[in-house]
């Protein structure tokens, strides 16, 4: 893979083949998989795995922790979280480093769509095939072939209700 001047990518990031990474990519320490497509401006950080043929559009973030199957669809403008009460310092007011947290995991299972501009909070696992509304704050797990939208993001509808809807019209 050809890395240009506006892509940070570190040496040890694992590479799938045909991956395509757009310009202005911040990739360290994570796994991408066959045929995945990266957009600009997403930061992927170490730790985080990215399954085959997965597509993570534009100024997404996502952070340690998190593992996206195969055929995840990550939308624009996307925040993961691994850390539900984040601080700046510990207990002795130093900077905190790793010692002082655990990484709290995140799983997008395969087949998963996540709207632009969403944000998914760690110990969640979004089903199979689940579709997760733009704008969508997940707080808590999204069953297989769900639909979920809002703040908090709850369930709308069912996958198998929407392929019945647009069949009878």
């Not at 694992?14 to 995945?36: A, E, H, M, Q, T």
């Not at 952070?63 to 002795?92: K, M, S, W, Y």
């Not at 997760?132 to 209700?161: F, H, L």
Request: aromatic share 6%; net charge negative; hydrophobic share 40%.
């Amino acid at each position: 893979m050809e890395i240009s001047e506006t892509q940070c990518i570190a040496p040890d990031v694992k590479f799938g083949k045909d991956v395509k990474i757009y310009n202005f990519v911040n990739l360290y320490g994570c796994s991408i998989g066959d045929r995945s497509k990266i957009g600009a401006f997403v930061e992927i950080q170490k730790g985080a795995k990215i399954g085959a043929d997965c597509k993570v559009s534009s100024h997404t973030f996502i952070c340690e922790g998190v593992t996206l199957e195969d055929g995840v669809f990550v939308g624009h403008h996307v925040v993961f979280i691994n850390d539900r009460h984040p601080r700046a310092t510990n207990q002795n007011g130093q900077l905190q480093t790793e010692a002082d947290w655990s990484i709290q995991p995140t799983l997008i299972k395969r087949g998963a769509s996540i709207g632009s501009g969403s944000v998914i909070l760690c110990n969640v696992t979004i089903g199979e095939n689940a579709m997760i509304g733009a704008g969508s704050v997940v707080t808590k797990d999204v069953p297989d072939n769900a639909v979920v939208v809002g703040n908090p993001a709850r369930v709308v509808r069912y996958y198998e209700t929407l392929c019945a809807e647009a069949m009878s019209k």
